[in-house]
């Protein structure tokens, strides 16, 4: 099986300079967990919702927020973002994408096309996802 065929082809984007309060907005109101940065088509980074929780005051939407607290939604994409990311092609196998998983510590994969054009995303959720036949 190749990932072309289980990847999710929705992807989200944000460019280096968007600001964690944009990023926190899209995660509050989505349900993936994984938006990829770019900056004129090129893909240079990935920014989990655990990224944006460890650089998030604890404190924000609490009754002792502080402006402080605040600023770091101020903070910027490429600020927290994994940089170069472990990508695969579209016609890479499941088994790359296993092995790329196991190999790196990492929870998605940006796939790419031939002529490097961001076509998709895969999780490991979307592996399990295909491993048994749906009912």
């Known amino acids: 099986m190749l990932v ?3 990847m999710s082809r929705d992807v989200v984007t944000v460019g280096l300079d968007d ?14 967990h994984h938006l990829l940065a770019l900056e004129k088509g090129e893909l240079l980074g990935v920014v989990s919702d655990r990224d944006l ?6 404190n924000l939407g609490t009754n002792v927020e502080t402006y402080k607290d605040a ?3 101020n903070k910027r994409v490429h600020q927290i973002m994994s940089r170069k990311p472990k ?20 929870s998605c994969i940006p796939i790419l096309s031939q002529d490097d054009r961001l076509v998709g ?3 490991w959720r979307d592996i399990l996802r295909n491993l048994r036949p749906q009912p």
């Open 121 to 123: 995303i895969l999780s």
């Open 71 to 73: 600023a770091t939604l």
């Open 87 to 106: 990508i695969l092609r579209d016609d890479a196998t499941v088994d790359d994408a296993i092995d790329l998983f196991n190999q790196h510590a990492v």
């Open 53 to 58: 929780f460890k650089a998030l005051s604890p």
């Open 19 to 32: 600001t964690l309060a944009l990023v926190k907005e899209i995660f509050d109101h989505s349900k993936f």
């Open 4 to 6: 072309k065929d289980i």
